[in-house]
């Protein structure tokens, strides 16, 4: 049946489309001279989550410090002294166990070319690598034996000096180890930080020339370190 209601009802136009472009996302580009607007911050307190970082140990830097200097003679091909750098991180900062698996995977590559040399050391580098192999088993006549050769092929050597040093003090020969740690302090002012802490250096931390030496002033500044050089290598 013909519903009368429903003829004179009025037509329902549909709902205009909305003319404005739907909302972006958030993570849409802002355009270039809009300041975006701020982010949200987050409702945990700042305190607690810093508290939940890990905290470095005081020793890290300067552990990292001497790694790196380790590097740095690895780098240059100075065998020896990246050995006795690297070995210096393992004795003086054993709590830094982390940094301790790159240290030794860098003293393999050390000792693999050691490996390849002669038995007999023939130049300035493979003298002190010996040493520091020598210093290492005990060997402190062998060790002095072997440096006195770098020094006196390369008079001005500070690390071969303050391995003298080293040898001589684990020899129970205070005299003789002050009076080299002073000629390497001269030469180069870093290895009076090193001495500072080296345990190899332990017999003469009571001797009063051994304290004096490591507050005396003199030697190069900081900032003009002498390089590592050999005769052989220039």
């Known amino acids: 049946m013909f519903s009368v209601r429903a003829a004179f009802m009025p037509k329902q136009r549909p709902a205009p489309k909305s003319t404005k472009a739907p909302a972006r996302a958030s993570s849409a580009r802002t355009p270039r001279g809009v300041k975006a607007p701020a982010q949200p911050r987050p409702t945990a307190p700042v305190a607690a989550i810093a508290s939940d970082a890990p905290k470095r140990r005081s020793t890290y830097v300067e552990a990292v410090a001497l790694y790196e200097r380790g590097l740095d003679a690895l780098?240059?091909?100075?065998?020896?002294?990246?050995?006795?750098?690297?070995?210096?991180?393992?004795?003086?900062?054993?709590?830094?166990?982390?940094?301790?698996?790159?240290?030794?995977?860098?003293?393999?590559?050390?000792?693999?070319?050691?490996?390849?040399?002669?038995?007999?050391?023939?130049?300035?580098d493979e003298r002190l690598y010996?040493?520091?192999?020598?210093?290492?088993?005990?060997?402190?006549?062998?060790?002095?034996?072997?440096?006195?050769?770098?020094?006196?092929?390369?008079?001005?050597?500070?690390?071969?000096?303050?391995?003298?040093?080293?040898?001589?003090?684990?020899?129970?020969?205070?005299?003789?180890?002050?009076?080299?740690?002073?000629?390497?302090?001269?030469?180069?002012?870093?290895?009076?930080?090193?001495?500072?802490?080296?345990?190899?250096?332990?017999?003469?931390?009571?001797?009063?020339?051994?304290?004096?030496?490591?507050?005396?002033?003199h030697g190069f500044p900081p900032n003009q370190r002498r390089p590592f050089k050999t005769r052989s290598a220039q």
């Open 75 to 124: 780098q240059r091909h100075a065998y020896p002294q990246a050995a006795h750098l690297l070995e210096s991180v393992l004795r003086q900062y054993p709590e830094e166990r982390d940094l301790h698996e790159r240290v030794r995977l860098y003293l393999n590559i050390c000792q693999r070319h050691a490996a390849q040399r002669e038995a007999v050391p023939q130049t300035i």
């Open 130 to 217: 010996a040493a520091t192999l020598a210093i290492n088993g005990g060997q402190y006549d062998k060790a002095i034996a072997h440096l006195r050769l770098v020094r006196d092929e390369d008079p001005d050597n500070d690390h071969a000096i303050y391995m003298l040093a080293v040898a001589h003090a684990q020899r129970g020969e205070p005299a003789e180890a002050v009076a080299h740690l002073e000629r390497a302090i001269a030469l180069n002012s870093e290895n009076r930080a090193l001495a500072r802490h080296d345990p190899d250096l332990e017999p003469l931390r009571a001797d009063d020339a051994f304290r004096a030496a490591l507050e005396a002033p």
